[in-house]
């Protein structure tokens, strides 16, 4: 069973990391927002880990943070590249931190580390674009709200240079795209005309985005589907608006193999309704890494999914907070075999 299903392996790195031309900076091997998030969660104060922490502040503070994240992806990664790239067979501790930090830095000076290579995980698009150096095997995370400034003047062009990323995508074995959409959107149906007139405005107000975020998910769904890619959709707004948003794409131009996150599990009732009923995709249910909730919340919100629909089918769930790791998934899994 993979808990991970929908989210990067260690989190979503930025363009700018793996166009880095050498790495030679032990702290940058793992840094991204995620890591600095999770770091935060085992107890970190922005002194060690802040914008004023130094790099070798930072790296400590990764090392007392490894012991309290057994199971956890990022560990995994950090697991491995200290492995492969290093010979380390142990992960620095509190203690060993210094004589880690100048090993890794006396190696990384001597043969510096391309980042392209140690990307495995998450690249976070900053626009709808064919980046020149993807790397292989890569997810790439798209947010609507940054798709929507496209030089494109008309849907059809639109539609075309979406369909070219994404088989750009396909070709360097992206397994699956990951859209995340605002929380302010709520779903109008688009026409060509209407998609035109919105693309052509040079500041789009809240109607146009709506508009047009549907535009885009449509065009995704078409895409992902020729190429045999898993669309995940991370919904951080209105699920009934993403509903209706899912049921227009499978009627217009069919759905992929669709896997939806919600951040409000309590919410969710709509989302579930239309992933009960029969499709000709796979479709997943989610948990999303930001719904913090004890392990007793999550327990109820599951078994009261278990109640209403396949729960075989639906319930893919990352735990991403300390207190719902191991017990939450070994919880989980159980209900599953059930």
Not at 28 to 50: H, K, M, N, Q, Y
Not at 130 to 144: G, M
Not at 176 to 191: M, N, Q, R
Not at 298 to 310: C, T
Request: glycine share 4%.
């Amino acid at each position: 069973m993979n808990f991970d299903i929908f989210a990067p392996d260690f989190g979503i790195l930025p363009s700018a990391y793996w166009r880095k031309s050498a790495i030679t900076n032990p702290i940058e091997l793992f840094w991204s927002e995620d890591l600095l998030a999770l770091l935060r969660l085992c107890g970190e104060t922005e002194e060690t880990i802040g914008e004023r922490a130094s790099d070798y502040d930072r790296f400590l503070a990764l090392s007392r943070a490894l012991p309290m994240l057994k199971g956890h992806p990022t560990r995994a990664w950090i697991v491995s590249v200290l492995q492969k790239y290093f010979d380390l067979q142990e992960l620095p501790t509190e203690e060993t931190a210094p004589q880690v930090w100048k090993t890794l830095s006396q190696a990384l000076l001597e043969h510096p580390l391309v980042a392209k290579e140690l990307v495995s995980g998450a690249w976070l698009c900053d626009a709808l674009e064919v980046p020149d150096n993807l790397p292989k095997q890569v997810t790439p995370v798209l947010h609507a709200d940054l798709l929507l400034h496209t030089s494109a003047k008309n849907a059809i062009a639109w539609s075309a240079e979406i369909a070219s990323v994404v088989a750009h995508f396909a070709a360097n074995r992206c397994q699956k795209i990951v859209l995340h959409i605002g929380k302010d959107f709520d779903f109008i149906v688009p026409s060509l005309y209407h998609v035109d007139r919105a693309l052509s405005l040079a500041k789009k107000d809240r109607e146009a985005t709506n508009l047009l975020t549907a535009q885009l998910v449509r065009e995704l769904c078409a895409a992902a589907q020729k190429q045999n890619l898993l669309l995940v959709l991370v919904c951080n707004g209105n699920l009934l608006a993403t509903a209706n948003l899912l049921q227009y794409a499978e009627e217009s131009v069919g759905l992929p193999r669709l896997c939806w996150v919600a951040n409000e599990a309590r919410e969710a009732s709509a989302l579930l309704d239309f992933t009960a009923k029969p499709h000709k995709s796979e479709i997943l249910a989610a948990l999303s890494y930001d719904c913090i909730m004890t392990q007793a919340e999550l327990s109820g919100v599951l078994e009261g999914w278990q109640m209403r629909y396949p729960v075989g089918r639906l319930c893919f769930v990352t735990a991403r907070d300390l207190r719902q790791m191991p017990a939450a998934q070994a919880h989980i899994s159980a209900m599953l075999k059930k």
